[in-house]
């Protein structure tokens, strides 16, 4: 054979194997999905995050909870519900989780899913802030300017409550 055929034929084969790479490579593409919760949130894959999330076989956890809150509260990968949403962030925020106590606040505020409560809003927002959620201060500020003094003790005595449910749950978990 001479030279020429050779190199023909040498890159006829070439062209083949590239041409089964790439095709190897689609169809991988389409079966090879994120494993884990955050690979799935990172590659913006939320329908799977979701899923992940809420078949998760370990014990529940309050930042699962509040990772699954989120995407229902803000409709990614799963239609918006601010009543799971809200359900998913009281489990958390009750196991101490100041994000899901703040987010809390805000449903009560803005009255989603919920009719409005400013004292509920403000004994969340109360809480979150002294777990370090410094945007709950700028809440508490502006609830404040439109609360009556009774309504702001009443969000005080509902914050002390809580707490005290929530301490009482968190020594209660690590016995």
Known sequence: ?????????????????????????VILS???????IMDSMAQG???RAVALLEQSSSPESASRLLMLGNLY??????????SKARELFTRSAFMGNSSSQYNLGLIYHHGL???????????????????DVPAAETYLR???????????????????????TIEEGVNFRSK
């Not at 020429?4 to 890159?11: D, G, V």
């Not at 389409?30 to 884990?36: F, V």
Request: one cysteine or more; a positive charge; hydrophobic letters at 40%.
């Open 30 to 36: 389409g079966l090879m999905r994120p494993k884990t």
């Open 73 to 82: 509260y803000t409709g990614l990968g799963a239609r918006q519900n601010f």
């Open 1 to 25: 054979m001479s030279g020429r055929k050779q190199r023909q034929r040498l890159l006829g084969y070439c062209a083949l194997f590239l041409f089964s790479v790439v095709l190897l490579a």
């Open 113 to 131: 899913g919920v009719e409005k409560d400013g004292v509920q809003a403000a004994a969340w927002f109360l809480l979150s802030d002294s777990g």
């Open 142 to 164: 502006i609830l404040s300017g439109s609360m009556n003094p009774n309504s702001i003790q009443q969000a005080q005595q509902l914050k002390v409550s809580l707490a005290k």
């Open 45 to 47: 894959d939320y329908e």
